[in-house]
């Protein structure tokens, strides 16, 4: 079994930055792909970022490349996403996630993902 628990979000003006973490319990957590995606009222969950449970592959979504950067302690069983240059269109609840039916190939859909966390609330001001 695997439980994620975000923490870190909060308000922050545009152009400021945020540091996301999601601890973990599981044994099996360092060999799973895990991601971020995010929900905006009236939206569906889109992918924000993933990383592979082997090696340090990465993806983000073409709408946070080269602001967001994911990473993952495997020691500590905590995720992280690193937010930087924020946008109000950033603004959302934030989740983290585990595929445990994958350790290599980062899946960019919600559905692909079987453990969540209960979400944290990024807001952006302009």
Do not use: H
């Amino acid at each position: 079994q695997v439980q994620l628990v975000e923490s870190g979000g909060g308000l922050v003006q545009a152009g400021g930055s945020l540091r996301l973490s999601c601890a973990a319990s599981g044994r099996t957590f360092s060999r799973y792909v895990m991601g971020w995606f995010r929900q905006a009222p009236g939206k569906e969950r889109v992918f924000v970022a993933g990383m592979s449970g082997v090696g340090d592959n990465t993806v983000e979504a073409d709408s946070v490349k080269g602001r967001f950067t994911i990473s993952r302690d495997n020691v500590k069983n905590t995720m992280f996403l690193q937010m930087n240059s924020l946008k109000p269109e950033d603004t959302a609840v934030y989740y983290c996630a585990a595929d445990s039916d994958s350790t290599w190939r980062i899946r960019t859909t919600q559905y692909n993902y079987n453990y969540w966390g209960q979400g944290t609330q990024v807001t952006v001001s302009s």
